[in-house]
T-cell receptor, first 110, second 116 residues
Framework: KAGVTQTPRYLIKTRGQQVTLSCSPI?????VSWYQQTPGQGLQFLFE???????NKGNFPGRFSGRQFSNSRSEMNVSTLELGDSALYLC?????????FGPGTRLTVL | GESVGLHLPTLSVQEGDNSIINCAYS??????FIWYKQESGKGPQFIID?????DKRQGQRVTVLLNKTVKHLSLQIAATQPGDSAVYFC???????????????FGQGTELSVKP
């Protein structure tokens, strides 16, 4: 079975721009969660999607949004980028409790 | 608020020695705990998990201990190898929020360095 894939792997944007990141979960997994990882804050939960519905949300501003498609693939969007949004964005898919992570998208905001 | 923290940010051990990584959690409602390993440039990888109705669980070269009285979790790695060098995270999940979705609350991480 293929693992969780994320595209792109690296991205450079400037302040004020918006960005869309993509995640393809493991086949058969219906839950997709997104996390932000920074050296200062560690791994922080953004949101979880299940069957195209946002089921849980972390404490991030409304600039961070996501969606899930009928094939369970998910995207997250960050609008009006700030320097502090520079981070590794990780996607994880799950069938039960165990979450399988993708390699992440490294976003740099200049 | 909810938090999971690690006692030691870095741990350096000699190859062949045993490693112990500690973690404290604050949410007494958490029913499930996971240890992840993250190597440079990769996403976290599942190592071992434990439910709150257990106090010990063993895997291949790894053992997780759970002390609910003091809300403490530890990961023991036997005969540590250079390939074990990575950042280790503990994470908790409250199964009581299952119907509202689930989220992992991660600790800050401990960097394990294995000296040959």
């Amino acid at each position: 079975k293929a693992g969780v894939t994320q595209t792109p792997r690296y991205l450079i944007k400037t302040r004020g721009q918006q960005v869309t990141l993509s995640c393809s979960p493991i086949s058969g997994h219906r839950s997709v969660s997104w996390y932000q990882q920074t050296p200062g804050q560690g791994l922080q939960f953004l949101f979880e999607y299940f069957s195209e519905t946002q089921r849980n949300k972390g404490n991030f501003p409304g600039r961070f949004s996501g969606r899930q498609f009928s094939n369970s693939r998910s995207e997250m969007n960050v609008s009006t980028l700030e320097l502090g949004d520079s981070a590794l964005y990780l996607c994880a898919s799950s069938q039960h409790n165990e979450q399988f992570f993708g390699p992440g998208t490294r976003l740099t905001v200049l | 608020g909810e938090s999971v923290g690690l006692h030691l940010p870095t741990l350096s051990v000699q190859e062949g020695d045993n490693s112990i990584i500690n973690c404290a959690y604050s949410n007494s409602a958490s029913d499930y705990f996971i240890w992840y390993k993250q190597e440079s440039g990769k996403g976290p990888q599942f190592i071992i998990d434990i439910r709150s109705n257990m106090d010990k669980r063993q895997g291949q070269r790894v053992t997780v201990l759970l002390n609910k009285t003091v809300k403490h979790l530890s990961l023991q790695i036997a005969a540590t190898q250079p390939g074990d060098s990575a950042v280790y995270f503990c994470a908790e999940i409250a199964l009581t929020i299952y119907n509202q979705g689930r989220k992992l609350i991660f600790g800050q991480g401990t960097e394990l360095s294995v000296k040959p």
